[in-house]
């Protein structure tokens, strides 16, 4: 309990980041809801599609909502140029804000649609222009409803926003994936009790504000309005406070492996006396666009990743002419930096059991051949589609007896109790380890490789004291280290560290 | 049509000489008293700023003197300013509507069947009563009912309309008299039945409590 209470006192910049991004997101809802609500009252049309449109919004998860305007902005930025930010608040901003619209919206224009037709009438009858119409009568009147929308609204955005997490926007969901990933439960809980309980706080006061407006007392909503403003002016303030140039933004992915080596980079950097903020749980595919428009700093990304998804590329020129191409690439095309790789892969292999490897006599995939037909290969869901595989495939020619597909923890699972008899691994993960597997060799270099390598944003680039503090990493992380460091985390109950311990620990074992 | 809430088809309403359509809808009906079934007070403001909506939005400002008075023009108390419209009888709320009506000191008063929904006394004491404003005010009053009798003892001038069509224009004294035509005449022929009808009963009570 402990435990959790402490990691809450460390939420503070997150608290205040989700507070400004959620209620700036339900400020524009309501900014673009209530004109809209009061066209619907006055047009059936405009009100049968605005409430379609804010409908259809309301059924796409809000996951893919948020992912989905990294393409929209990207094309934006033919008309409003290249500084226009695809990743961060923005996307999180527009798109909270879109899924705000609906509960606002509908409960404005069901208000208007229920005013007593004869309050409506006397108004006119004693001779209202439209717009004091509007502000004297159905507005006060279509208040305590409206509120009620808001409030709805706000409860939403405020659970939804934790999911902006994933296009590089801080937020308490931060907390929420980094424990997911690392089954850290406490994280978890401290990032939900923080936005649950966020989201209590903000409806209770909107309640009142809403109580207020239906009682008309204007003593109570006016309370209500100023507890909301100081919240949110305390958020603003403790926000502007913290963010300055000189901050470095590292990225990490999903996985724990990211989460270990954004902490190694981290603690170099703060040792050499910058400050570090941490970007944490990022889609993998919005990484790379992150660093290189310079929203985030640094970022550790694989060879054979931006190989295939930013150069396009389907061919293997083999493991040293790739990186060099990349370093050119990304030098010409994107401004980033290359620093160096660390010195490990984290790439797609093949593994066996140790006692199943040595009774076929089998160590590279070469030796797998002849007994293809006898074995099942498991994989995870999309190995099977992938171009590694098929290269694999043609390469050697292998044909497995059976193909099987599973999540990649009960893949490990598979292989333990003979259910698959090799698998498609990651190099670098933990269990290859613990469960001490063969993982076989490539002599044909069939696979792509995926080198480990420290990206720095077009920021920095230049910046020599950084690429100096970062210098002892580039080749000292064998893949050996990695594994360990990623097992510490991924694993069950005893021994089990949280990813700034394990980085810690491969610190002192790469003799930092 | 008057006040232009429904927009004329065809024909004109001249008001004061000019073409109502002409007018600023507004600015119009600010000049015109408008009284209604539906009464219409505005639940969020108190009787008082109901009463003062009008100059209000014409920028002025009714003194509390003024509402006090139009309250007592109306027989309901004073201090009823300060109430919410929930907190009033059927009757009461209609008796804000007219002195909201009147507040602005209209040209013209529009009565659209004012006291449909009030019970026969309420609905009686209150068309005396504002029978009695429009002779004191010197007002221009037109009032829309369904019944025949309230026309009959309120108005000085009955057009009866059917079908949109306007069937005759006369005095009650006229329509009465047998004036007016078919249709007027049916109209007519229900409470002078229902008096004849009551005038029998009545007379057969008083004969039967003579009896010994």
Known sequence: MSEIFEILLGLGDKFAAHIVLAASAIGLGIIVALPLAVWASRSATVSRIALGFASLVQTIPALALLALFFPILLSLRAVFGEDLPTLGFLPAFLALALYALLPILRNAVTAQANLDPGVLEAADGVGMTSWQKLTLVEAPLSAPFIMAGIRTASVWTIGAATLSTTIGQPSLGDPIFAGLQTQNWALVLAGCIASAGLALVVDALLGVIENGFAKRSRLQWGAGVAAVALGLGG???????????????????????????AQLIGSQLEKAGFN??????????????????SSIDISVDYTGTIWTNELDRTDNPGREEMYQTIVEWER??????VLGRLGFENAYAFAMREDRAAELGVSSLEDLVPYGPQLAVGGDPEFFERPEWIAVRDAYGLRFGETRNFSPTFMYNA???????VISAYTSDGRIAADRLVVLEDPREALPSYDAMIMMSPRIAENEEIARALEPLIGAISVEAMREANFAVDREGEGKLSPKEAA????????? | ????????????????????????????????????QGIGLFPHFTVGENIAIGPRLASENLTPERVAELLTLVELEPDMASRMPDELSGGQRQRVGVARALAGEPELLIMDEPFGALDPITRDALGEKVRE???KLGLTTIMVTHDMAEALLLADRVLVMSHGELVADETPRGLLGGAGGEIAQGLVAVPRQQAEKLADMEGRLAHEEKMP
């Open chain 2, 1 to 36: 049509m008057v006040n232009t809430l429904v927009e004329p088809t065809g024909g004109r309403v001249l008001f004061a000489g000019e073409d109502v359509t002409s007018l600023r809808s507004a600015q119009l009906r600010r000049r015109v008293g408008y009284v209604f």
């Open chain 1, 332 to 337: 010409e095309n994107t401004g980033v930096r």
């Open chain 2, 133 to 135: 404003l429009h002779e």
């Open chain 1, 415 to 421: 292989l333990r109790s003979g259910e698959a008899d």
């Open chain 1, 235 to 261: 958020a603003l303030y403790y926000q502007s406070g913290g963010d300055d140039e000189d901050t470095i933004v590292i990225a990490s992915k999903q996985f724990s492996e990211q989460y270990i080596l």
């Open chain 1, 276 to 293: 570090v903020e941490y970007r944490d749980g990022l889609g993998s595919a919005v990484v790379h666009s992150a660093v290189a428009n």
């Open chain 1, 504 to 512: 810690e620990e491969l610190a002192d074992k790469i003799g930092l």
